[in-house]
C-alpha cells in the first residue's frame, strides 16, 4: 500500500484508530513521549452513523415520492431512479445510514428541481 503513497518511506509504521469503515487517511510524521519519532501512515476508521426514524420508515414504505410502488429498502421506484443523474444513482448504490439520507435528501431535492424547470 505504501508503494502508492509518493514520498512516504516503506518502513513508515501503519496505524489503524477505530473500528468501521475507514473516512480519513493521515500521512506524516509521529512524535513520541521518549522523543524518537517516525513516518506513519494513519487510517481513522468510525462506524456509520444511524438514519433517522423517519428515513428508515421512508425505507420500509412500498411507496414512491411519485405515488408509484417501490420495493421496500430501495429510496426511490425504478422510475424516479432512472430519472436521477447517473452520479446520484451511484452514491445512492453505495452509501449507508445517515449518508444514505443525506444523499437521498439531494435526490429530492434535486427532482423537485427538474420538476419546476418542467412546469415553466
Given at each position: 500500500?505504501?508503494?502508492?503513497?509518493?514520498?512516504?518511506?516503506?518502513d513508515a509504521a501503519v496505524h489503524i484508530f477505530g473500528t468501521g469503515e475507514v473516512r480519513?487517511?493521515?500521512?506524516?510524521?509521529?512524535?513520541?513521549?521518549?522523543g524518537s519519532s517516525n513516518e506513519a501512515v494513519i487510517f481513522i476508521a468510525e462506524s456509520p452513523r444511524p438514519a433517522s426514524a423517519e428515513f428508515k420508515q421512508r425505507l420500509d414504505s412500498v411507496a414512491c415520492i411519485?405515488?408509484?410502488?417501490?420495493?421496500?429498502?430501495?429510496?426511490?421506484?425504478?422510475?424516479c431512479f432512472c430519472r436521477l443523474p447517473v452520479e446520484l444513482?451511484?452514491?445512492?448504490?453505495?452509501?449507508r445510514g445517515a449518508e444514505l439520507e443525506a444523499v437521498?435528501?439531494?435526490?429530492l431535492a434535486s427532482r423537485r428541481r427538474a420538476?419546476?424547470?418542467?412546469?415553466?
Open positions: 500500500m505504501l508503494k502508492f503513497l509518493k514520498n512516504i518511506s516503506p480519513s487517511v493521515v500521512v506524516g510524521t509521529v512524535h513520541r513521549l521518549d411519485c405515488g408509484d410502488q417501490k420495493q421496500k429498502g430501495l429510496p426511490f421506484c425504478g422510475k444513482r451511484d452514491l445512492l448504490r453505495a452509501k437521498y435528501d439531494f435526490a420538476a419546476r424547470r418542467k412546469t415553466r
